[in-house]
């Protein structure tokens, strides 16, 4: 079964540093992945997926993934973080039966 | 475009009382999904409509949950009796295809 695991709760980060949000998964097949943000109070935002082709991904709000077939992971990164990064992030894998599969998400806590 | 719109946003009732959920996708979006996240925990896949049929209801927690999609638009999703463990948000979602969801802001539900 298709599976996705981000093993930090908690990641804190000072602003203008980069930040990395963790992320792997598990899949029969080629793995469609996906990355989302909530807000405070806010539903789910769409970051980011990867469906094929290049390895690195760009998404919203200068956000980018690596895809990494070896290591199976598709961590989230971004050069420097913003305060207004800080955000509940939520990994993501669409199964066989095109549900998308959620990790237990990482809240991400960027100091001033 | 509109996007998904759910309501109420926040919603508390006392335990053994009925509540109902709506969703309404983005006009044309066949697929809409139904997901919860309950006490922090991981958000976790409920039930997923093709217009008006289930196709995947394997994720309803028990016979409390009554999900429906007249005439393959809007849907609800009725709770009753609600429990205390039934606290949590409530997001839908919709998409034309497999490629990606778009998520409404959900609904904050408080049993008490």
């Known amino acids: 079964a298709q599976s996705v695991a981000q093993p930090e709760d908690q990641v804190n980060v000072a602003e203008g540093n980069p930040l990395t949000v963790k992320c792997t998964y598990s899949?029969?097949?080629?793995?469609?992945l996906f990355w989302y943000v909530q807000y405070p109070n806010r539903g789910l935002q769409f970051l980011l997926k990867?469906?094929?082709?290049?390895?690195l991904v760009k998404g919203s709000y200068g956000f980018e993934a690596e895809f990494n077939k070896s290591q199976t992971s598709f961590h989230l990164k971004k050069p420097s973080a913003l305060v207004s990064d800080s955000a509940l992030y939520f990994c993501?894998?669409?199964?066989?039966?095109?549900?998308?599969?959620f990790g237990s998400g990482t809240r991400l806590s960027i100091r001033p | 475009e509109a996007g998904v719109t759910q309501f109420p946003s926040h919603s508390v009732i006392e335990k053994g009382q009925t509540v109902t959920l709506r969703c309404d996708p983005i006009?044309?979006?066949?697929?809409l999904y139904w997901y919860r996240r309950v006490m922090g925990k991981e958000i976790k896949f409920l039930l997923h409509?093709?217009?008006?049929?289930?196709?995947?209801e394997s994720g309803m927690p028990n016979n409390r949950f009554l999900a429906e999609r007249t005439g393959g638009t809007y849907s609800t999703l009725k709770v009753q009796p609600a429990e205390l463990e039934d606290s949590g948000v409530y997001f839908c979602?919709?998409?034309?295809?497999?490629?990606?969801?778009?998520f409404g802001s959900g609904t904050r539900l408080t049993v008490v």
């Open positions: 979602a919709s998409s034309p295809g497999w490629s990606g969801y778009t």
């Open positions: 899949v029969s097949g080629n793995p469609y």
């Open positions: 990867y469906i094929t082709g290049d390895n």
């Open positions: 993501a894998v669409r199964d066989s039966a095109s549900k998308i599969i």
């Open positions: 006009s044309g979006h066949d697929n």
């Open positions: 409509f093709v217009k008006e049929s289930k196709q995947d």
